[in-house]
């Protein structure tokens, strides 16, 4: 996590560089904190990610399930076009939520 | 089969970046695109994945290796571990096609490496280890 700040649109978790098998679990245990103060709405900016593996792909996943099981939504904004690449192919792309 | 360059790192997971940089300049000086540069460096960051979580189970003194060469027009990615046998038919496919809240989440990683590359092949031997050959194929010709 690079920063988090509050907006019109809700809560907003900047990413950036590379989410791996070695920082996704870190990642988690950052967005578990975040649900608890925010399960409204919850934005996470991929514009500065560089690289997703399928261990962040999951942390996204139960992100979005949390907040959904609390009646709030996920959007995920601004991903690099490599990114949105991986997302299409597990169909990803049709079960987030985009700004 | 042409010039193999290698690197060895300990199975620890904060090495996955510094394989992910050694794959991606050895596949951008083979000629693959900025797409497939990308596309090798997951597909091969997940199969290690594999390597220092399954096959070793988390242990972080286990040896990745990672071999990259030229085969023809195929940039070729070989990892081998030392770790737990691993029979790729036992993990479960992903599900793709269930409602997000009924997804199962496993098996993503295989499916990457499947999708990403032309070719992925398993073997395992009590010599040689785990070994995963990958291949992916130049779009055009060009000099290593």
């Given at each position: 996590?690079?920063?988090?700040?509050?907006?019109?649109?809700?809560?907003?978790?900047?990413?950036?560089?590379?989410?791996?098998?070695?920082?996704?679990?870190?990642?988690?245990?950052?967005?578990?904190?975040?649900?608890?103060?925010?399960?409204?709405?919850?934005?996470?900016?991929?514009?500065?990610?560089?690289?997703?593996?399928?261990?962040?792909?999951?942390?996204?996943?139960?992100?979005?399930?949390?907040?959904?099981?609390?009646?709030?939504?996920?959007?995920?904004?601004?991903?690099?076009?490599?990114?949105?690449?991986?997302?299409?192919?597990?169909?990803?792309?049709?079960?987030?939520?985009?700004? | 089969?042409?010039?193999?360059?290698?690197?060895?790192?300990?199975?620890?997971?904060?090495?996955?970046?510094?394989?992910?940089?050694?794959?991606?300049?050895?596949?951008?000086?083979?000629?693959?695109?900025?797409?497939?540069?990308?596309?090798?460096?997951?597909?091969?960051?997940?199969?290690?994945?594999?390597?220092?979580?399954?096959?070793?189970?988390?242990?972080?003194?286990?040896?990745?290796?990672?071999?990259?060469?030229?085969?023809?027009?195929?940039?070729?990615?070989?990892?081998?571990?030392?770790?737990?046998?691993?029979?790729?038919?036992?993990?479960?496919?992903?599900?793709?096609?269930?409602?997000?809240?009924?997804?199962?989440?496993g098996g993503l990683g295989i499916f990457f490496m499947r999708e990403l590359m032309d070719s992925v092949e398993f073997s395992s031997d009590p010599v040689a280890g785990n070994q995963v050959i990958m291949r992916k194929r130049r779009r055009k010709a060009a000099t290593a």
């Open positions: 996590m690079n920063g988090a700040q509050e907006n019109g649109q809700g809560f907003a978790l900047t990413l950036s560089g590379r989410i791996d098998a070695s920082n996704a679990p870190k990642l988690e245990q950052d967005l578990l904190a975040l649900h608890a103060q925010h399960p409204d709405t919850l934005i996470i900016d991929l514009s500065d990610v560089t690289y997703i593996s399928s261990s962040g792909l999951r942390v996204l996943l139960m992100a979005h399930r949390r907040q959904q099981h609390s009646g709030g939504q996920l959007f995920l904004r601004n991903p690099a076009p490599k990114i949105m690449h991986i997302m299409t192919l597990c169909g990803f792309d049709q079960v987030f939520a985009f700004l | 089969m042409g010039v193999e360059y290698e690197i060895c790192v300990t199975s620890q997971l904060s090495n996955l970046s510094e394989i992910a940089d050694f794959v991606s300049d050895r596949a951008a000086l083979t000629g693959l695109d900025e797409r497939q540069v990308f596309e090798v460096q997951m597909a091969t960051d997940e199969a290690c994945t594999n390597s220092m979580e399954h096959a070793y189970e988390g242990r972080e003194d286990g040896e990745v290796r990672v071999c990259c060469y030229l085969e023809g027009n195929d940039f070729v990615v070989r990892i081998t571990d030392f770790g737990r046998p691993f029979d790729p038919n036992n993990v479960p496919k992903p599900d793709l096609v269930s409602p997000l809240e009924e997804r199962q989440i």
